[in-house]
């Protein structure tokens, strides 16, 4: 019996657990409160490694994991173990309330029978039903202080597969294999059958292998045989197609082969193809290595310790930090395009005044010139041109194509009177054809009545189409004089 052996051991309890439902409810409960303890709790449990935890698929491996973490930590904390076993009591309330009535009765063992029946063992034809059974009867035994009934011929039975697992279980495959060899002292005998057969398929793939058995032959229904439970296994037996295997993994096979053919569990005669069934059984002895390894990092994957959730604290507040900032930024913006607008219309009021300054200041030029331009005529010698001279320069006048701009109506009529083929624009028209300046030979503008529109559209297009603009001020016959001359 294997030293310090549990008949009711940690994974097997764990096993039970895990595949229930009602059971799982509370491991969860428990397990998502920190899941970085509970699960280095069960990496602790001796029973961590065993073939009855990772033996399981994934997903209820997982579970057992979870189960076996509670179960350690519970091992010292009489509170959580209390709520274990009331979360037991209500998940197997059949087992449960077998043992109350057990108890009521004063017996002083439990039955392992009911609780087997009731747990339907015989119908569920599975191992995992039989090892979680007995896993749970132990567990209410020892929770009820009741001894097991070992008198019974299904405790006779159950116990020594259960243990043999067990011990199997928890040592390396090849260990088994090694110490039949050398209790049997036939370590020359397997050797040369080693190497008489490694000279046959040593070094060789599956592939290989399997090709050269006969498809009629039972052992090609072994191989294939081997190759179905792959795939429904949904190990992807190509994976191992082209694999070669070490000459300790060779020993490794022949021991647990020589094992077999002691038992008469096989023939000598057909050690090749049993070769190959190691072969595959070696094979998924490492995928439990790599399971072993996916789960480790699943497992660090999912559970979150303090400085994630830490961390995930001062995320979440350095993303509402950026969202207010962001925030900040938008109505700083808008308040920045804002001034830029009212800056632009500053400008663009400025730039308008500064235009009109320059109008007037051209404007109070010319009238200035003007007004020099009369004091001028008002000292100058006015019989220095006679009449027929004068009326020679009115007409010429008259006779050129002339556009006015500005001045009273009064005045205006006086325009009209003397000169009716002149072109005369309002004051206040601000909408006339500015190409009308490019048909004329001559601008006048009436500097003292005339808008500052006016007067900047009037002179940028006379600039352009290189215009003569006479300036005039109240008399026409000076006007027309200017024109004439």
């Not at 009855?52 to 509170?79: C, H, Q, W, Y």
């Not at 059949?94 to 043992?99: A, H, V």
């Amino acid at each position: 019996m294997m030293e310090g052996y549990t008949y009711c051991n940690d994974a097997l309890l764990a096993g039970a657990f895990a595949r229930s439902q009602k059971m799982m409810r509370f491991i969860d409960s428990k397990y998502d409160t920190d899941k970085d303890k509970y699960y280095q709790a069960a990496k602790k449990n001796s029973r961590f490694k065993s073939r009855f935890v990772t033996g399981n698929r994934l997903p209820i491996r997982m579970n057992v994991i979870k189960a076996l973490g509670i179960i350690e930590v519970a091992k010292s904390d009489e509170a959580l173990d209390k709520e274990m076993f009331e979360a037991a009591s209500r998940a197997f309330k059949s087992i449960y309330n077998i043992f109350e009535d057990t108890k009521r009765l004063e017996f002083d063992h439990g039955f392992m029978e009911e609780v087997f029946y009731t747990m339907r063992v015989g119908q569920k034809k599975s191992d995992d039903r039989l090892h979680d059974a007995y896993g749970l009867y132990m567990y209410f035994c020892e929770k009820y202080d009741m001894e097991p009934d070992d008198d019974s011929e299904l405790y006779e039975r159950v116990v020594p597969v259960v243990e043999g697992k067990e011990y199997a279980y928890m040592r390396d495959f090849a260990d088994i294999g090694r110490d039949f060899v050398k209790d049997f002292e036939q370590e020359k005998n397997v050797k040369k059958l080693m190497e008489s057969t490694a000279g046959v398929c040593g070094g060789k793939s599956l592939e290989d292998i399997g090709a050269r058995l006969n498809p009629e032959s039972p052992e090609a229904g072994l191989y294939t045989m081997m190759w179905d439970f792959a795939q429904l296994d949904n190990v992807p037996a190509s994976m191992y197609e082209s694999e070669r295997f070490t000459n300790k993994e060779l020993q490794d096979i022949f021991n647990a082969i020589t094992l077999n053919m002691e038992k008469g569990a096989c023939r000598p005669e057909d050690i090749n193809h049993y070769y190959v069934a190691g072969l595959y059984m070696r094979s998924f002895a490492r995928l439990y290595h790599e399971a072993e390894a996916i789960v480790d990092a699943y497992a660090g994957i999912v559970r979150e310790t303090e400085q994630q959730k830490s961390l995930g604290r001062e995320l979440s507040k350095a993303r509402h930090r950026i969202s207010e900032l962001e925030k900040l930024n938008e109505e700083k913006q808008q308040a920045l395009n804002d001034i830029q607008l009212e800056l632009d219309r500053a400008k663009k009021k400025t730039a308008q005044h500064d235009e009109d300054m320059a109008i007037m200041a051209e404007r109070v030029k010319i009238l200035q010139q003007l007004l020099d331009e009369g004091a001028a005529s008002d000292t100058k010698d006015t019989g220095e041109m006679d009449e027929a001279a004068r009326q020679e320069i009115l007409a010429r006048a008259k006779n050129k194509k002339a556009v006015v701009f500005g001045g009273h109506p009064n005045w205006q009529a006086e325009v009209r009177k003397a000169a009716p083929d002149f072109t005369i624009i309002d004051p206040d028209n601000y909408g006339f054809d500015v190409k009308i300046i490019d048909k004329v030979d001559v601008i006048v503008i009436k500097t003292d009545y005339m808008a500052h529109a006016q007067w900047y559209k009037i002179t940028e297009r006379a600039k352009k189409k290189g215009k003569k603009i006479i300036f005039c001020t109240n008399s026409v016959d000076d006007m027309l004089m200017k024109i004439g001359e």
